[in-house]
């Protein structure tokens, strides 16, 4: 992997192990704190389409129209499978079970692309995979966390990451923005007569 490309991920990755914590702090439920999350998504991400000016909708590929959907409803269930496990479990062990889908991602890869594996690849998989149960063990302390409904739920999680990222990479040719854009906004649609709006005002 590039340098630039492992150093942004890496930073990606550290700013989001941040976000199980401030779920919790908001004390929404999962449901509401993704819709929140996707219409703030959508809306930034408008602007930096506009500020790119990176084409029109007309620039969309429309050979593409379906994999983006596909993307939309495999992170839609990503986030619903990750909120869900922040409430289930300790974040800890959320985000730990989330760090799997970079295993279930070169898997895929080994038998849908043919992708080479490596003996660095074989190596950054084992130390993944025991350092996520190492790591889970640690945080259990014993107590019965570990065969908990909030695992399942991560797991869930890392497994809709993994695919929404091998759909992702079917999609080439149009705008990054603007296709990140209509996955939010499709997510939204899908995701708003679940909202219970109340939750969002202030009780007399």
């Known amino acids: 992997m590039h340098q630039a490309s492992l150093l942004r991920f890496a930073l990606a990755m550290a700013l989001f192990g941040s976000v199980g914590f401030f779920s919790k702090l908001t004390g929404l439920p999962y449901i509401k704190l993704i819709a929140v999350r996707l219409l703030c998504a959508a809306l930034l991400l408008f602007v930096v389409w ?28 990503n986030w619903i ?4 496990s922040f409430e289930k479990t300790s974040v800890t062990i959320a985000i730990s079970l989330y760090r799997l889908a970079p295993i279930f991602v070169l898997i895929a890869g080994r038998f849908l692309f043919r992708e080479k594996w490596t003996t660095r690849t074989l190596l950054a998989l084992s130390l993944c995979f025991i350092g996520t149960i190492s790591i889970m063990g640690l945080k259990a302390g014993g107590h019965p966390v570990l ?58």
């Open 147 to 204: 065969g908990g409904e909030g695992i399942a739920w991560g797991v869930m999680a890392a497994f809709f990451y993994a695919a929404t990222m091998l759909l992702g990479k079917s999609v080439t040719k149009s705008s990054l923005y603007l296709v990140t854009f209509l996955q939010m906004v499709i997510g939204l649609l899908i995701l708003l007569p679940f909202v219970d709006y109340t939750v969002f005002f202030f009780s007399k």
């Open 50 to 77: 506009l500020v790119k000016r990176e084409g029109g909708m007309d620039k969309l590929d429309r050979r593409e129209v379906g994999m983006i959907l596909l993307c939309a409803v495999a992170n839609l269930l």
């Open 81 to 84: 499978c990750l909120y869900a």
